[in-house]
């Protein structure tokens, strides 16, 4: 299983980047994908979440800031970050989840978002 998660970057206070999550070694649709993050010091947090069936959540720090998004004919899972904040700065890590109750947990690598004011 891999899941390759991309677009990170240095970006303006105000500004947007683009993640994207390409998952390959698992049956893409029928896991719930999610983005995390994790600041130096803080513990990993949900940021967002897309179930097998489109439906999302998101922390509430992000909302109305944040959009996740999934194709699964790509098996690649997105997240557009707009108005970027520099609390938003983070390794962005994604996950994949098998949608069932004892579902297996996956993790990528991460990507660094840096976020200058």
């Known amino acids: 299983v891999q899941l390759q998660a991309s677009g990170g970057g240095l970006v303006q206070a105000g500004g947007s980047l683009r993640l994207s999550c390409a998952a390959s070694g698992i049956i893409f649709r029928g896991h719930d994908m999610g983005w995390y993050r994790q600041a130096p010091g803080n513990q990993r947090d949900m940021v967002a979440l897309?179930?097998?069936?489109?439906?999302?959540n998101y922390a509430d720090s992000v909302k109305g800031r944040f959009t996740i998004s999934r194709d699964n004919a790509k098996n690649t899972v997105y997240l557009q970050m707009n108005s970027l904040k520099l609390e938003d700065a983070a390794v962005y890590y994604c996950n994949a989840k098998y949608a069932s109750p004892s579902g297996t947990n996956y993790w990528g690598k991460g990507t660094q978002v840096t976020v200058s004011s």
């Open positions: 897309i179930t097998t069936g489109g439906s999302t």
